[in-house]
């Protein structure tokens, strides 16, 4: 069965470096998510994407944060300036078009020292 | 926005009994998603179930939706289910909103 992948499972970096979460969504999917979660609390939402630009994106996605999909395959996130309260599981999802069931990534722990 | 509730936040078993779940919301929605959160934290899709009862193996599902609740059944519970199980519901857009999660323990 097709699932979302995401690299890498664990990084850690510096406060102020740049950082680029990667993920593959399912191959016929069209619309790409990121979700985030701090430790002990719930998910919450980032970023939605279709036709290569961002349909929807939440308070919590300032101007630090950006999405690209630079192929066909992947869809990344980066946060330009990393803090220390970036540090959280960050998920990526996908769907596919006229489809409401999102499916989720792995996910990868982004850890700022 | 539309409110997820999740109830209990905690529930702690014994290997062999059941459970069940609850998530409320508070609007009519058209999707409504379970997950199980394992203790490495990754996100496992269990049932999408805008409404009706589903079933996989230990595991089953109701939604009613016109009373604006989700049910998720655990039988024969086992040490692997434990975690915290999620569910979550489409905002605007389709953004999803995830409840605060039942953390659920299962001793052997």
């Known amino acids: 069965e097709p699932e979302v992948t995401q690299t890498p499972s664990h990084q850690v970096t510096q406060m102020g470096q740049e950082v680029i979460l990667r993920c593959v969504p399912i191959?016929?999917?069209?619309?790409f998510y990121w979700y985030r979660q701090i430790l002990g609390q719930k998910v919450e939402f980032l970023v939605s994407?279709?036709?290569?630009?961002?349909?929807?994106k939440s308070e919590i996605f300032d101007d630090q944060f950006s999405v690209e999909r630079p192929d066909g395959s992947n869809f990344t996130l980066k946060i330009r300036s990393t803090k220390l309260e970036d540090s959280a599981m960050y998920f990526c999802?996908?769907?596919?078009?006229?489809?409401?069931?999102?499916?989720f990534g792995p996910g990868t722990r982004l850890t700022v020292t | 926005g539309i409110q997820v509730e999740q109830s209990p936040p905690d529930l702690i078993l014994q290997e062999g009994a059941n459970s069940t779940l609850r998530c409320n919301f508070s609007?009519?929605?058209?999707?409504l998603q379970w997950f199980h959160q394992n203790p490495w934290g990754q996100l496992i899709n269990l049932f999408y179930?805008?409404?009706g009862t589903k079933q996989n193996g230990r595991l089953s599902a109701t939604t009613v939706a016109t009373e604006r609740y989700s049910l998720l059944y655990i039988s024969s519970s086992q040490t692997t289910d434990s975690g915290v199980y999620f569910c979550?519901?489409?905002?605007?857009?389709?953004?999803?909103?995830f409840g605060e999660g039942t953390q659920l323990t299962v001793n052997p």
């Open positions: 999802a996908s769907r596919r078009w006229r489809a409401y069931e999102q499916y």
């Open positions: 191959s016929n999917h069209l619309y």
């Open positions: 994407f279709y036709n290569n630009e961002i349909s929807e």
């Open positions: 609007d009519s929605v058209n999707n």
């Open positions: 179930i805008p409404s």
């Open positions: 979550a519901v489409p905002t605007s857009g389709s953004r999803l909103t």
